[in-house]
């Protein structure tokens, strides 16, 4: 079946711009997760979603990141005003309801800012 | 606090070689889950192996090992007679069941390279 997809799988935009990603988790995952990876660093998490709300944003830098679910489904994670430390590797996962452990997580969109 | 360490930024073998990636946590909770996860120079993460608190035993799959030691609070991968492929980075994570939302607590990763 299909996995984790996200979109644009690449993004380079200009410093003070802003920017939507996209993550279509897979049918039926109630849990959604933004992680994000800077260059040579491991995953931190951002925020995560059960169902369309958000109990845990306590991973999200600063308040120019704002994310939400809508329909139980697709998520995005906007950046305002995006400055050169937003450019990194911004990866979605998704689980199954009881299933939190089993994170499918999708290919991620490299985020540049120039 | 709840932290994942991966001391070894970066490791190189030649193939054959057997080869460890270290990790340390720290946790406050009880019940917790240990994970490794691969990602090749595609991208991708690939999930390897889930251990929980209560289970030290170790584990074997094929020439893949863990060495899991609550005294120690680590959680080592060793990977017997290495190969070309197994180059990636490979990352070490947590999850506490008393975070409700179970997310992944990751060490900055080990990058291997195996060397023909």
């Known amino acids: 079946g299909a996995g984790v997809s996200q979109s644009p799988s690449n993004k380079v935009t200009e410093k003070g711009k802003d920017v939507e990603l996209r993550c279509d988790p897979i049918?039926?995952?109630?849990?959604l997760y933004w992680y994000r990876q800077s260059l040579g660093q491991g995953l931190e998490f951002l925020i995560y979603?059960?169902?369309?709300?958000?109990?845990?944003k306590s991973g999200l830098p600063s308040d120019r990141f704002s994310a939400e679910r809508t329909g139980g489904s697709v998520s995005t994670l906007t950046i305002q005003r995006t400055q050169q430390e937003d450019s990194a590797v911004y990866l979605c996962?998704?689980?199954?309801?009881?299933?939190?452990?089993?994170?499918?997580f999708g290919p991620g969109t490299r985020l540049t800012v120039t | 606090a709840q932290k994942v360490t991966q001391a070894q930024t970066e490791i190189s073998v030649v193939e054959k070689e057997d080869v460890t990636l270290d990790c340390v946590y720290e946790?406050?909770?009880?019940?917790?889950?240990l994970f490794w996860y691969k990602q090749p120079p595609s991208g991708e993460l690939v999930f390897l192996i889930r251990?929980?608190?209560?289970?030290?035993q170790n584990e074997i799959s094929g020439r893949y090992s863990w060495n899991f030691q609550k005294s120690t609070s680590s959680f080592n991968f060793t990977i017997t007679a290495s190969q070309v492929v197994d180059s990636a980075v490979y990352f070490c994570?947590?999850?506490?069941?008393?975070?409700?939302?179970?997310?992944?607590?990751f060490g900055s990763g080990t990058r291997l390279l195996v060397r023909p």
């Open positions: 996962a998704s689980s199954l309801p009881g299933h939190p452990l089993e994170q499918y």
């Open positions: 049918s039926g995952h109630t849990a």
């Open positions: 979603f059960q169902g369309n709300s958000a109990p845990d």
């Open positions: 946790t406050r909770d009880t019940t917790y889950y």
């Open positions: 251990r929980n608190s209560f289970d030290e």
């Open positions: 994570a947590l999850s506490e069941a008393m975070d409700s939302s179970y997310k992944l607590i």
